[in-house]
Every structure is written in structure tokens, then in C-alpha cells.
């Protein structure tokens, strides 16, 4: 099966045409979209009109839904209940409170899940209401920045493991964040993709605290030398999302930011793909 694939930019990505993620696709075309998806890091499918089971349905086609930790705190809003697989992201505000995780302003560049022991694979999210302006969202090509990475970054950090630390929220109820999450975990710094064999860059500067091994001041001067590499625009696409927009991203290989965005309705369905082993 050939796809129509449109590259979003020379970084990376491809828009996939003529495919409704509400139908049900055979199997050729399933495995042409997982092949895709390794090849340009980021498929985008525009116009898609889904239900929330439609969502996860479209995102087991990818490997098996992730699922959330607290479920029931993704159930907060005045419309109906979300899926145990959906993920509200949100600044809608009930009572003047978010109804949604990650609700306002800027976000650093970051992977879904890297505080995960087994992270997630995948993340896929759904435009439901946006902005008038802001709030778009920068994938940035992990593979090209670590091939390009100077030698004398990259050897000190071969072989070695990074610590990630999240605590976003907390436990107060009277906390204005949204959905709280917490964890900790250690990976390597450049991890390789199962599905491709290539090696990625696997450090951020929202998640990581150290490299284990070194120094402090050793591993908080690579780490900058790593982020600023990596975050230049010339590995980065940025995506202005409109209403219907359902994107699909590699975390393995890839990590994005979010800019700012006004004080509007912005409102977001994502979903997982579960992760089924440690990085190495």
C-alpha cells in the first residue's frame, strides 16, 4: 500500500492524506502507517472528526493504548467522562479549576513519560478546541541531533545514564496546575530504537537532573551543550494546530515544547502508545 505523505518539514514529519482514523483500515494499510510513522517521526492527519473510543481505536492500530495512572482525576469535566485510555489536556476551568492536565502557558522541550521506569512509545493528540493564537507545538528530530552532536559531547555521554525527576501539581486541592504527576526515573542518555536500530538523544531540560557518573558541574555542562545542539531550528518543525488536527509522535526519537497562547479555550484529547521494555 502506498500512502499520500506530504513532509511537514526538512527535520521531520509527514502529513498522511486520505485516511479517516474513525474507519476501520486493513491490515496493509495499518502496517504502511507503522512504517510511516518510523520513517518521518511525526504523522499528522488533518480533519479527523472521532469519538473517544475512535481515538484509542486509531491509536492501538500503533501498539497497545497506555494507560493513565489516576484515570478518574481525567473525569473532572462538566461534559461527558473520558475514556480510562483519554487524557484531558486543558485550561478549561470549572469552579475555577482546571478540568485537564498541562493547562496554561509555555512548556520546555521534554518526552512523554521519561520519568516512566517502561515510558510510553508514542503520543497521540487530538485538536478539539484551540486558541485563536498560540499553543503550537515543536517536534524536534532526535536521531539527527545525535549524529550531529560534537565528538566532544558525545563521548563523555556514551554509555552512560541520565536521571529524570517530574513533579508537576501536587496533592493540594487548592493547587491551580491541573492534573498532578510524579515520578522518577533512569535511562540512558542516547537510547536506541528498537523498531530502526538508530540512536537518539534521550535527555530534556524539563525531565532531566543529572548524568550519573559525573560531576555535577561536568554533567550540567554537557547537558547544556546537548540541549542547545538539539533544540536548533534546523531539527525542529512547528506545528500550528487547527480543529481536527490528530497528531502521532515517536517519544523515542523525538521531543517536543509548546508555546504560549492567550487566555482562550484550549482543548486537547491525547492518548499513548504503551511502552513493552526499558530503553537501552
Known sequence: MKLDLRPLSAALGAEVRGIDLAKKLDDETVAALRQAWLDHLILLFRGQDLTEEQLVEATARFGPPGT???????????????????????????????????????????????????????????????????????FANLYAAYETLPESVRAPLENKRAFHHYNYGSQNKGDDKGVPAFAESRHPVFRTHPGTGKKAIYVNRLMTEYVEGLSREESDRLLAQVYAHSEQPRFVYEHVWRVGDAMLWDNRCTMHARTDFPPERRLFWRTTVAGTEKPF
Open 68 to 138: 493513565l495512572a489516576r484515570p478518574e482525576e481525567y473525569r473532572t469535566s462538566g461534559q461527558k467522562k473520558l475514556h480510562q485510555t483519554v487524557m484531558l489536556i486543558s485550561n478549561v476551568r470549572e469552579n475555577g479549576k482546571p478540568i485537564g492536565a498541562l493547562p496554561d502557558g509555555e512548556m520546555m522541550f521534554h518526552h512523554d513519560m521519561l520519568h516512566a521506569e517502561i515510558p510510553h512509545n508514542g503520543t497521540l493528540l487530538y485538536a478539539r478546541e484551540i486558541p485563536s493564537t498560540g499553543g503550537n507545538t515543536l
